[in-house]
C-alpha cells in the first residue's frame, strides 16, 4: 500500500498519480466558480467557454440552481426509485410537457441515457421479431463509454484494446444516405441512434435530407429513432431541443448534461409505443432521478425555457460567429467556423491541441473537438462583453503563434 503524506497535497505534488490516467491534467486545481468564470487555488481566473462541456448552462453558482438544491437538500437527498419522489414527478411532468415524448427513464449521466434507450428499443423490437436487435450508429459519433454506447460509438481509436463490443451494433457514414440505405438491408434494425449534431466529433450538422431519410426509414420499417441530444439539449442550440427546427419527431430522445444543472442526472424520453414493451424489473436503477438532481434540473429548465431567453441564445450565437468569421479573415489557419446557437465549432487547418492549451494560459477555457475542431460552447447566460473578451483572447494566442 502507498504511505499517503499526512499533508495536504499540493501543486507541486503529482497529484495526477492519485487518479487512473484515464485524463491529461495540469495546472492548479480549481476551487470556485462565478458566473461566467472559474477561479483556481493560485489565483488564476479563467473566462469558461467550456461550461464543464456542455453542463453548466446557467454558468458557476446561478442562485436558482443554488436555491433548489439547498431547498431540496434539506427535504430528501435520497430515497431510492422504490418510492415516487416529488421532485421526480415535477421534473418528469415539465419534460413530457414539453417534448413529444410520454414517458421518461431517468438515470445519472448521457452514456446511460443511450443504454437505456438501447435496451428500450431493443426491447420493443424484439417482441415482435426476436431477430430484431440490430443498432445502426454514425461513424464519427459519440454515445458513451459503457459496453452499448461504446458499441455504438463508431470512432475506432476508442474501441482499441477494448473489444469485442457488444453483437448487433453496426455504423454507416454520417449524413450519407446512400451508406446507411446499403447497412440497413443487411440486417433487421430496432433502433437508429443519431446525434442531430455530432459534438464531440466536431460540431458537424446532421443534414436535414440525411434525418428526414432515418425518421422515414423507421417508420415504414418499425424501428425507433433515437437522438441523442445530450450535447444539443436544453437550449444549447437556441431551442429547447434540436429536433425542433426540423419537420421531425424522434421516438426516443436522450439528455444528460445540462439536465441537471450540473448534478449528475441523464433521461431517456420515450413515446407509449416503445414504454408498452418494459414491465417493472426491465431496466433500473440505484440513483437515477434523484431528488437533488431533480430539483436543479427543474429550476434549470425554468429559466431556459423562455420564449426571451431561448432568442437571446440564437443573437448570442450569431455574435459569437460574426466575431469568429472577422478572426478568420485577420488570422490564417482558421478553415471554417460552424455551429448552431451556442454550440459552435471552429475548424483549424491543424491539430488545435496547443491552441487550447495557450487560451487557458491566457485565461480562457476552450474545449477540443474531433481532430481539428476547437468548441465554443459558453454557459447560455454568455453576454457580448464576454464574447468580445473571449475572442480578443483567443485572437492574442493565434497571432503570438504567428498565425
Ligand atoms: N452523447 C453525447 C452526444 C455526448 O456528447 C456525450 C458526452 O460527451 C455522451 C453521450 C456521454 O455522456 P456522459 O459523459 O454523461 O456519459
Redesign the pocket.
Known amino acids: 500500500m502507498r504511505k499517503r503524506a499526512e499533508k495536504k497535497l499540493k501543486q507541486s505534488d503529482d497529484v495526477n498519480s492519485l487518479f487512473m490516467p484515464t485524463y491529461k491534467r495540469n495546472g492548479s486545481p480549481l476551487i470556485c466558480g462565478k458566473g461566467m468564470y472559474l477561479y483556481d487555488e493560485d489565483e488564476n481566473v479563467y473566462l469558461d467557454f467550456g461550461a464543464g ?1 456542455a453542463v453548466n448552462a446557467l454558468g458557476h453558482g446561478h442562485p436558482a440552481i443554488v436555491n433548489a438544491i439547498r431547498s431540496q437538500s434539506e427535504l430528501l437527498i435520497h430515497a431510492s426509485n422504490l418510492y415516487l419522489s416529488r421532485a421526480q414527478i415535477d421534473l418528469a411532468d415539465a419534460l413530457l410537457e414539453n417534448s413529444f415524448a410520454d414517458h421518461v427513464f431517468f438515470s445519472n ?3 446511460e441515457a ?1 443504454e437505456a434507450a438501447i435496451k428500450f428499443a431493443r426491447k420493443w423490437a424484439s417482441s415482435k421479431d426476436k431477430e430484431k436487435f440490430h443498432i445502426l450508429s454514425f461513424y464519427n459519433g ?4 459503457t459496453y452499448g454506447a461504446l458499441s455504438a460509438t463508431a470512432q475506432e481509436q476508442l474501441h482499441e484494446g477494448f473489444e469485442p463490443l457488444v453483437e448487433g451494433f453496426h455504423w454507416s457514414e454520417f449524413n450519407n444516405i446512400k451508406s446507411a440505405k446499403k447497412m440497413l438491408s443487411q440486417h433487421k434494425f430496432a433502433a437508429i441512434l443519431v ?1 442531430p449534431i455530432q ?2 466529433g466536431g460540431i458537424i450538422p446532421a443534414t436535414e435530407e440525411f434525418l428526414n431519410f432515418l425518421r422515414n426509414w423507421c417508420t415504414k420499417n418499425k424501428a425507433a429513432l433515437i437522438f ?1 441530444e ?2 444539443t439539449g436544453m437550449g444549447r442550440t437556441g431551442t429547447l431541443w434540436n429536433y425542433q427546427q426540423y419537420d421531425i419527431v424522434p421516438d426516443i430522445l436522450t439528455l ?2 445540462p439536465l441537471g444543472g450540473g448534478i449528475p442526472l ?1 433521461a431517456t424520453l420515450c413515446t407509449s409505443a416503445i414504454a408498452k414493451a418494459i414491465t417493472p424489473g426491465n431496466h433500473g436503477t440505484t440513483f437515477g432521478g434523484n431528488p437533488v438532481a431533480c430539483a436543479a434540473g427543474l429550476a434549470t429548465l425554468n429559466v431556459i425555457n423562455k420564449k426571451s431567453f431561448l432568442k437571446n441564445i440564437v443573437r448570442m450565437g450569431s455574435y459569437i460567429t460574426k466575431k469568429l468569421e472577422q478572426l478568420q479573415k485577420t488570422v490564417t489557419g482558421i478553415k471554417e467556423v460552424r455551429g448552431c446557437g451556442l454550440l459552435i465549432g471552429i475548424e483549424f487547418d491543424s491539430d488545435p491541441t496547443a491552441i487550447v492549451a495557450a487560451c487557458k494560459k491566457a485565461g480562457l477555457l476552450l474545449v477540443k473537438a474531433g481532430h481539428n475542431t476547437v468548441r465554443m460552447l459558453p454557459p447560455l447566460i454568455v453576454t457580448k462583453d464576454d464574447i468580445d473578451s473571449a475572442v480578443s483572447i483567443l485572437q492574442s494566442v493565434l497571432e503570438s503563434e504567428g498565425r
Do not use: L
Request: proline share 0%; net charge negative.
Open positions: 462541456i449521466s448521457g452514456t443511450n459519440f454515445h458513451g463509454r446525434e459534438g464531440e441523442d445530450i450535447q444528460a448534461k441523464g
